[in-house]
C-alpha cells in the first residue's frame, strides 16, 4: 500500500515545524525520512533512558557507523542481520544502523536457548550479529549447519572508526525493514516480514492518532523481538519525539 494523502496523515502538517506528510513520502525508506528529522531537529532527543540520552544528530551519526561496518563486511540490499543487544539504545543504534545499511532487522532474545536462537539464524540466513561485544556463543558454539556463523558477530564497539555520514543506498519503500518470529509455542517459530512501506505507513497512522510531536514522549512497553514494537519507535521518530 502507498502511503498517500487519501490513506494516510499525508496533509496533516507535523507539531514542531517538520512539515507536512505528502504523497512522496510512499516513494522513500525509512531512512530518508529519518534524516529529513535529523536536520529539523539535530539536537532533538530520539531516545531516552535511565541513565542516557541520545540526540537525533548523535544517534543518526552512530547508526551510519553501523551501516558503514556492515557494508565493509559485505552486507547489501535485502540481506538479513541479526541484533543481539541488551540495551535499550544499542538496540535503536543497530535497528536503525541496519535499515541505513539496506538490510532487514531480525531480533533475537539473548535469554532464549541457544537451540531457538540458531533455528531462527538459520532460518532467515543471517549475514551478521550485531551485538555490543560481538558475542560468539549466543548460539552455543554448535554451528555446523552454517559454519560461517563463527565469523559473522560484529560488536558496537568495533564500528567506532567508521564514518558518521549518511550512506549512499537507495532502499526501495517495498523493501524488507524486518523479520518478527513467533514464539515457536505450537511448534516451529514462524518469520513475519514487514516492509519500509508497511512501517512508513503504520507510524504515520500513529501520528495522526496520537497527534505527536517532538515535545511527547513515548514509554516501549514491549521487547524490540516483538512485532509491534518497530511501530512504536518509527512513530516516535518520525514525529521528531523521543
Request: aromatic share 6%; with cysteine.
Amino acid at each position: 500500500m502507498n502511503v498517500d494523502s487519501t490513506r494516510s496523515p499525508g496533509g496533516v502538517a507535523r507539531r514542531g515545524g517538520l512539515g507536512p506528510l505528502g504523497p512522496g513520502d510512499g516513494d522513500r525508506g525509512i531512512p530518508a525520512l529519518f534524516e529529513d528529522v535529523v536536520r529539523s531537529l539535530p539536537d532533538g532527543i530520539a531516545v531516552q533512558t535511565e541513565d542516557l540520552a541520545l540526540c537525533y544528530s548523535a544517534l543518526n551519526g552512530r547508526a551510519n557507523q553501523v551501516a558503514h561496518a556492515l557494508a565493509a563486511r559485505g552486507v547489501a540490499l535485502g540481506d538479513v542481520v541479526a541484533i543481539a543487544a541488551d540495551s535499550t539504545s544499542s538496540q535503536a543504534i543497530g535497528l536503525l544502523g541496519v535499515l541505513k545499511a539496506g538490510a532487514v532487522a531480525v531480533f533475537l532474545d539473548r535469554k532464549s536457548p541457544p537451540s531457538r536462537v540458531r533455528e531462527i539464524l538459520l532460518d532467515c540466513s543471517a549475514r551478521v550479529v550485531l551485538s555490543e561485544d560481538a558475542t560468539t556463543d549466543l548460539w552455543g558454539g554448535q554451528t555446523e549447519t552454517r559454519p560461517e556463523l563463527e565469523a559473522c558477530p560484529l560488536g558496537l564497539s568495533d564500528v567506532n572508526g567508521f564514518s558518521d555520514r549518511n550512506p549512499e543506498v537507495s532502499i526501495p519503500p517495498g523493501s524488507l525493514m524486518a523479520i518478527y518470529f513467533t514464539s515457536g509455542t505450537t511448534g516451529r517459530p514462524k518469520g513475519i516480514c514487514r516492509s519500509h512501506r508497511q512501517g512508513i505507513y503504520e507510524a504515520y497512522l500513529d501520528i495522526r492518532a496520537l497527534d505527536l510531536g517532538p515535545e511527547d514522549r513515548l514509554l516501549m512497553p514491549v521487547s524490540f523481538s516483538f512485532g509491534a514494537s518497530t511501530r512504536y519507535v518509527l512513530g516516535g521518530w518520525l514525529a521528531g519525539a523521543a
